[in-house]
């Protein structure tokens, strides 16, 4: 097998829900040895959530679960019990980063403080993800997607102008998160080649949407600078832009301003920069020209054509576009295919499903799938038998007492 970037990095994963299951998968998916700790009988929440196959939960069957937990190997483990606490501590002894998502509470609770682990393990890595961070008068408090994406993020402006704010599909904020604690997790692997020191990395969810450059970050510079807030937009009210349906399904466009003259050619209309409405910038940038242009002439234009066809003609006059893909039209589009963006996972339990693959390519140590997700508690034996010398009377025993 070929060897990948962190193939030599040792990971214990206490983390649960998105954010922390997606910053290890991202270690573990580039070569990382992640061992994912679980409650013993329960696992991780995600095991609880769908999508399922036929629509009937399983706990070995979330699809959510199958995609966050790919390359890692799976223990269950009792922190609160104090046999359990000490096979943890003496797991540590050969792990390089321990990445946890608990309540900032709960570790210094388990007496698994960093300072704890640190007297184990001086080079250890400790990192914690929360929603606020681990000091603060908000670092107890608890949060949802939307809670964290209204305080840090982007809410304020996404939505219609005359209803209530709306926040984007999906976990955006927690898988950000997860990404950034990635980036922050390699930082601190990096600065212990240097120092030869571990240390506490604090990774707030709120703060990664509210220091990101999608998110708040322009809106406070815009606020500082000029004393303005970015209004909300009536969807399709700017000229030749936005979501636009056509023939079998919606097209994005992105062309106004200076792009405006590309889409007329797009459209075998250049003849319409004579007309006094759209003639200049000025007279395009009035709602009432831009949706006279978009009701009258684009959308007919457009729901005439495919998405394929419109636009393999918007890319021949360089107008910023693209499909609005269902999934199966994304799985199957013939660019992703040839750049074998999609793998097939066979899983014990769940049976041969599509994941998303690489997010990224290496050329010399590249993605690679070594295991699907773990079974609850899959790998007990063989870590505590090879890792800590445990047999198998002594295992037995520790899963009849519910520890494992």
Not at 242 to 271: E, H, N, Q, W
Request: glycine share 8%; aromatic share 6%; hydrophobic share 40%.
């Amino acid at each position: 097998m070929t060897m990948q970037a962190l193939s030599d990095v040792r990971v214990l994963d206490l983390t649960h829900h998105i954010a922390g299951p997606y910053c290890t998968k991202m270690l573990a998916d580039y070569g990382a040895d992640v061992l994912k700790l679980e409650r013993p009988g329960v696992g991780d929440v995600t095991r609880t959530m769908g999508p399922f196959p036929d629509d009937e939960p399983h706990p070995e069957k979330s699809g959510l679960f199958l995609h966050l937990n790919t390359n890692k190997r799976g223990i269950t483990l009792d922190l609160k019990n104090a046999t359990g606490r000490s096979i943890f501590l003496d797991l540590i002894k050969n792990i390089d980063v321990v990445i946890e998502s608990f309540a900032p509470r709960t570790m210094p609770s388990l007496d698994l403080s960093y300072r704890t682990l640190e007297q184990i393990n001086p080079r250890i890595i400790l990192v914690s993800i929360s929603n606020f961070g681990q000091t603060g008068p908000y670092r107890d408090y608890k949060a949802s997607e939307m809670i964290l994406h209204g305080i840090g993020g982007n809410l304020r402006n996404l939505g219609l102008p005359d209803r209530e704010p709306n926040k984007y599909g999906t976990q955006i904020a927690l898988r950000q998160a997860g990404l950034i604690a990635t980036s922050a997790t390699m930082a601190a692997l990096f600065t212990r080649e240097n120092n030869g020191q571990g240390e506490h990395v604090d990774v707030s969810i709120v703060e990664t949407q509210a220091g990101t450059q999608d998110r708040r970050a322009p809106q406070i510079m815009t606020s500082q600078f000029v004393n303005q807030v970015f209004p909300r937009r009536v969807p399709g009210s700017a000229l030749a832009s936005g979501t636009l349906p056509c023939k079998d399904g919606y097209i994005s466009l992105s062309g106004g301003g200076a792009r405006f003259p590309k889409v007329l050619v797009m459209l075998d209309r250049s003849d319409l920069l004579e007309d006094p409405r759209f003639a200049t910038p000025a007279a395009r940038a009035a709602p009432e020209n831009a949706e006279v242009f978009n009701q009258e002439i684009l959308i007919p234009w457009l729901m005439q054509r495919t998405m394929e066809e419109a636009w393999a003609l918007a890319q021949k006059a360089r107008v910023l576009s693209g499909p609005i893909y269902t999934s199966e039209a994304l799985v199957a589009d013939r660019h992703f295919q040839d750049r074998g963006m999609w793998v097939d996972v066979d899983h014990p339990v769940a049976g041969t499903h599509t994941l998303p693959g690489r997010p990224i390519i290496m050329g010399e140590t590249p993605w690679q799938l070594r295991r699907p997700a773990p079974l609850l508690g899959q790998h007990n034996e063989e870590v505590l038998q090879s890792h800590l010398g445990y047999d198998l009377q002594e295992i037995s025993r520790l899963r009849e007492m519910q520890i494992i």
